[in-house]
């Protein structure tokens, strides 16, 4: 809700690496039953590292947004909408990738700085554009009764030059352009009286997305007598989904409460997908001009439709006042749809007739639902007079089919060059994942400096047990003693103290935070070369404001110990394809899977980070 007091707020950020950023907002209350806000941002920072090719700046940041805001109603009056819309633009430079292994063509070494490439694509011009409205409406029908109508659009559109092997070669470089669209409506009917609560609700998405690729092979095409030979892809995937749903709870005694409730989903997915061999360049939204095509890889049209019930039920118990026990069982379900990467030439002739029937491609670039069964007992609880809060979780989760996104080289002749680029979802895998999750506030010291001093802790501590129980790779053979889940560490654990302090007419808030994730692999396949070991990063702030909470300085520190650590990545190297282990030459080199140099690139969280900040209001 926006207040109903005119205000002005202007936020300033200046740090290392040139960082620069501006925020200013200002909401206007025209009447007692209309309210207008505005906001707009400039972030600007320069690069952690360069393109030791083009000479541009890399991880930079170049970012324009905005959002504005109208309310009606509201203030006693029985109707409130709310109507915002927001604005963002992105021009930052590629971010290029760092190179794990040499050149394999012209051994050029591995660079020194992890945040420094050499990747020469540039086109198309990076350019990221995202759009939306949306528009909620609330009315008290009566005492125990509220409608309300959540509607949003969206619309974003990107172009980015990849640059995989982050070389000068074009050996695999990505130009790519991808463009989203949805519009929902959602509309809720909520009952509140002293036992019973909740809602009953419809749901409708219809979104599109757009992939448009193509892969720059022309070190690949010079072996193979193509010149400027590339893999090209355009996809496009329709949704069109509703759902009905219903959440209830019951008080059955003031210690005793029963929740249940449910979901109907309906999901239908129409898909497109053309991939193709070409010379001559990209194509022509991708910055080239005339490519011809060689072979047609895919021309696919297909639609899915699956329905689901995911059911839900919750009981919770307070045996005194402040503590509370609950367990809980809950289904979930991830739509179907098809992969808009794939490759038709790859699907198997299961017939055996010597023919790849529809039918077949059909089941080779589709995918089914990805289904989940979770289970949850905890218990939330406040101590010592409310100075600790203490709420435990412990949780498990069995999931089936679990969708696997994969990308390949393809071989089509068996000749050992990969002359083109695939993508593909499975549902090759059963999984299980169960821990126990622990979040802590305590008050360590209140007023021992004076009103509104105080010294707090806050805490979280995670563990997960995530495993494969069933993982039925490209050749029938059961991997999962041999695989992972992504990105999912065992232990997550983090610690902020803070102090409160009243000096120089306001307030020093001070604040440490030092946070901790254990091993992570980038993919379902642990990589050598991608996964990340264990890491800690260490945060701290100092921040005055003004008694008045007019005026605020903050001096603000991240990743303090300039820790390196690698977030996500790139790898096309040929692998056992049981163990997943790289194979190597008798000289000790990777094998590229797709490409002559061998695809193995890194990116790096944020070194460390100084900055300032200043806000005044008025």
């Known amino acids: 809700r926006l207040p109903n007091e005119f205000e002005v707020k202007a936020r300033a950020t200046f740090g290392t690496y040139k960082q620069a950023d501006g925020i200013l907002s200002v909401i206007a209350p025209i009447s007692d039953l209309f309210r207008v806000g505005g906001s707009v941002a400039r972030l600007s920072r320069g690069g952690f590292g360069d393109n030791l090719t083009t000479g541009r700046e890399n991880y930079n940041k170049d970012v324009w947004a905005g959002r504005g805001t109208i309310e009606i109603g509201g203030n006693g009056a029985p109707v409130l909408i709310r109507i915002s819309g927001d604005y963002t633009r992105d021009k930052s430079e590629p971010r290029g990738g760092h190179r794990l292994i040499r050149s394999l063509q012209t051994g050029a070494p591995v660079l020194d700085d992890v945040y420094d490439t050499r990747g020469a694509l540039v086109t198309p011009k990076q350019d990221i554009e995202a759009y939306g ?45 991808y463009g989203n669209e949805q519009i929902s409506q959602e509309f809720q009917l909520l009952y509140e009286s002293d036992k019973l609560n909740g809602l009953v609700g419809f749901y409708y998405l219809d979104a599109k997305a757009i992939t448009n690729f193509d892969v720059l092979l022309y070190t690949t095409g010079n072996l193979l007598g193509f010149p400027q030979f590339t893999s090209y892809t355009a996809g496009t995937v329709k949704t069109d989904t509703w759902s009905v749903f219903g959440d209830f709870t019951y008080d059955i005694t003031d210690q005793i409460s029963l929740s249940v409730g449910g979901r109907y989903t309906s999901d239908t997915r129409d898909a497109k997908i053309l991939k193709q061999r070409r010379i001559l360049g990209p194509d022509p939204q991708l910055g080239g001009n005339a490519p011809v095509t060689l072979v047609t890889d895919s021309n696919f049209r297909g639609s899915r439709k699956f329905t689901k019930f995911t059911p839900r039920a919750s009981i919770s118990f307070k045996p005194v006042e402040n503590h509370m026990v609950y367990a809980s069982y809950s289904t979930g379900y991830k739509g179907s749809g098809f992969d808009p990467r794939g490759n038709s030439t790859g699907a198997p002739d299961t017939n055996r007739d010597g023919v790849r029937s529809y039918q077949e491609i059909f089941d080779f670039l589709s995918f089914d639902p990805e289904n989940v069964k979770s289970y949850e007992i905890g218990y939330k609880g406040s101590l010592a007079d409310g100075r600790v809060r203490l709420a435990v979780t412990g949780f498990r989760a069995d999931c089936d089919d679990v969708q696997i996104p994969g990308s390949v080289g393809v071989d089509n002749n068996g000749d050992g060059i990969f002359e083109t680029f695939a993508g593909i979802t499975t549902n090759a895998s059963k999984a299980r994942l169960q821990g126990v999750e622990v979040e802590t506030f305590a008050t360590l010291a209140r007023d021992f400096a004076g009103p509104a001093s105080a010294i707090n802790f806050t805490g979280t501590l995670g563990y997960i047990d995530g495993k494969y129980l069933k993982f039925i790779n490209n050749l029938g053979v059961d991997v999962a003693d041999f695989r992972k889940i992504q990105n999912t560490p065992k232990w997550t654990t983090s610690g902020t103290l803070a102090a409160r302090l009243p000096a120089f007419s306001g307030l020093v808030n001070a604040s440490t935070t030092l946070s901790y994730r254990s091993k992570t692999t980038q993919f379902e396949t642990p990589s050598p070369f991608l996964d990340q070991k264990g890491y800690a990063l260490l945060d701290a702030s100092l921040v005055w404001t003004s008694e008045d909470d007019r005026f605020s300085l903050g001096l603000h520190g991240k990743n303090l110990l300039d820790k390196q650590y690698k977030t996500s990545g790139y790898q096309f190297i040929t692998v056992n394809p049981t163990t997943g282990v790289p194979v190597l030459t ?27 900040t200043g806000t005044l209001k008025f």
Do not use: C, H
């Not at 409608?147 to 070669?169: C, E, N, Q, V, Y």
């Open 133 to 177: 409205l949306a528009m909620n409406i609330s009315a008290e029908l009566s005492d125990a009764v509220t409608f309300k109508s959540i509607s949003a659009w969206r619309k974003d559109t990107s172009f980015a030059p990849i640059d995989f092997d982050a070389l000068p070669a074009t050996d695999v470089d990505v130009p790519g352009f």
């Open 586 to 612: 008798p000289a000790g080199n990777v094998i590229p899977a797709l490409g002559q140099e061998g695809v193995l690139t890194a990116f790096y969280g944020n070194p460390r980070q100084v900055f300032v």
